[in-house]
């Protein structure tokens, strides 16, 4: 279990680059809404992380290649230009957003020979379904990249809080790397260098004790990690993994760059880690979608419906994780069977009702799942229902700052 986790070699942007302009919000978010990356693009800059990030908007808009070959010319000239300085350690970040919430995280090299998103009895986890339709092109952008920039969040079940919450105790001010506002309200991020990591990695490796795992879950197999934000990332650096590890001799691949996955580690028992719901929202269809939804779906819970300014109610079962398989079932299985509708994946309620507005498409309003069920679920289940929780609201998401060679 100990090489599971690996100090990582970061790479921070020099002093002199503006980190407000620098770090953007993930790629899987505001996936229907073109004003904000344009917005950001425009205030954003030839020094930024928006250069060398694919945001999802922009998967079925213009030249796919060209923008790939685009991403690599600019990480190469990053590097090649000096916008970045090497950082050998772990990294303990402090974000708040601008929601109020403040989320502490360790960034961290993991390794992929202890991941599958086909198994579920392995220390890292994906706690999702993944569509593997999705990841072909995540292939292709990252495939000839020589850098990667985490959006990854894995999180530790930790409910007595003997990992992060000492190692943020253990940093000063003295220990700062970096400190700046976000952009696109995005709250405020800062990082420290972890003095003595080791110490903090024997106790975060201690959570995977055979015995624990049997008191905690009834199961000895070891579950360290689970996927939080950023399981198709994962599943698509796994994939490049394996497709590299048959060329290298068994020395190399014990060191090669691209078997591990730079990720922020972060507590699920943190107080202000929220988990919110992601919303679907219908294109193609009108009521009569809301009906047959209806009549397809039953239990004991409740979920909304909102289209033309009307909200619907609709019965499904108690159980979030059911109840957004059961809706997820339902929809694809109409997408299937009915030309022109498709589907998108807002955070948010005020996103949800904007968006379905502007493009008249049926908002549906996902049930919340509780947090502490996501352990015993996913070692009792395997991989929750894809899109069944957030962590947080879009803007809460991970922005991309640090880097990573992956060659």
């Known amino acids: 279990m100990k090489d599971i986790v690996k100090v990582p070699r970061v790479l921070l942007p020099t002093e002199d ?19 904000y990356w344009q917005k ?54 402090e974000r708040v957003t601008s929601y109020g919430h403040k989320r502490t995280g360790l960034l961290l090299a993991l390794d992929l020979e202890k991941y599958d998103f086909t198994k ?57 790397l970096y400190s700046t506002e976000l952009n696109m309200n995005g709250g405020s991020i800062k990082g420290y260098l972890l003095k003595d990591p080791g110490v903090i990695i024997d106790k975060l490796l201690s959570l995977a004790d055979e015995d624990r795992m049997l008191r905690r879950y009834g199961n000895r197999s070891p579950f360290l990690f689970a996927v939080g ?35 922020e580690v972060v507590n699920l028992y943190e107080e202000d880690l929220v988990f919110e719901a992601i919303h679907r929202v219908v294109f193609g269809v009108g009521e009569s979608f809301i009906e047959e939804m209806s009549q397809s779906l039953s239990g004991d819970g409740h979920i909304s419906l909102l289209y033309r300014d009307k909200m619907y109610g609709i019965s499904v079962p108690r159980v979030a994780a059911e109840a957004v398989k059961a ?50 679920y996913v070692v009792k289940h395997g991989s929750l229902p894809r899109k069944t929780f957030s962590m947080g609201e879009a803007e809460e998401k991970r922005y991309y700052l640090e880097a990573r060679k992956i060659v």
């Open 120 to 176: 579920s009895d392995l220390p890292i986890r994906a706690t999702e379904a993944t569509v593997k339709e999705r990841l072909p092109v995540r292939l292709r952008i990252r495939e000839n990249a020589p850098l990667e920039l985490p959006h990854v969040l894995i999180l530790i079940d930790d409910e007595d809080r003997a990992v992060i919450e000492p190692a943020r105790a253990s940093v000063s001010e003295a220990d700062l």
């Open 327 to 376: 809706v997820q079932e339902f929809i694809d299985g109409y997408i299937s069977s009915h030309e022109g509708v498709s589907v998108d994946y807002i955070h948010g309620d005020g996103n949800l009702a904007e968006v379905a507005a502007a493009k008249d498409g049926v908002a549906v309003f996902m049930p919340v799942m509780e947090k502490r069920d996501l352990f015993p």
């Open 17 to 35: 680059v503006d980190l407000k302009k620098w770090a953007v919000i993930a790629c899987d978010q505001f996936t229907s809404q073109g004003q």
């Open 229 to 263: 934000d950023g399981n198709h990332s994962v599943a698509t650096a796994k994939l490049l993994w394996e497709r590299i590890k048959p060329t290298l001799t068994e020395s190399e691949r014990e060191a090669h760059p691209a078997r591990y996955v730079l990720a």
């Open 40 to 93: 950001l693009k425009d205030y954003c800059g030839e020094t930024s992380a928006l250069n060398i990030i694919f945001p999802e908007y922009y998967l079925e808009k213009g030249s796919m290649e060209e923008r790939i070959e685009s991403i690599n010319s600019y990480m190469r000239r990053y590097l090649s230009e000096g916008v970045f300085r090497e950082i050998d350690g772990v990294i303990l970040t």
